[in-house]
């Protein structure tokens, strides 16, 4: 029984809605996929709290729950920032395509661009 205790404590990230598709975008190289991989945790969005769940050891959930808090806010040399963007006005910024988040994303190492799908909400 300890042993199982030992690899199952569980720690909750309290996100915003607009934030779901953030750490979810990218399939296998998702935010959330990564923190996994990095950290040795697993990691479930739980829709109707909005958290993220993240369950293994102490040490490492206490790392993956900074890592995920460092990305939706910044810290640690990061720096998030998130806007709201007219209705006749996210077609200019996304691009035809999403050409203009990828330029973005390809012109400056480390950025990522996501925009709300039920909102106008950008983060970058």
Do not use: W, Y
Not at 47 to 60: A, D, P, S, W
């Amino acid at each position: 029984l300890k042993a199982f205790i030992a690899v199952n404590h569980i720690a909750e990230v309290d996100i915003e809605p607009e934030d779901e598709p953030i750490l979810f975008s990218g399939g296998s190289n998702s935010i959330l996929s990564k923190v996994e991989s990095d950290h040795g945790v697993k990691a479930n969005f739980r829709k109707g709290k909005n958290v993220v769940q993240v369950r293994g050891e102490l040490e490492k959930i206490n790392a993956a729950t900074a890592e995920i808090e460092r990305f939706l806010k910044g810290g640690d040399g990061m720096e998030v920032c998130k806007f709201n963007v007219p209705d006749g006005a996210i077609g200019s910024v996304i691009g035809k395509g999403g050409s203009n988040i990828s330029k973005l994303e390809e012109d400056f190492e480390g950025v990522r661009v996501n925009v709300g799908r039920d909102s106008n909400v950008i983060s970058i």
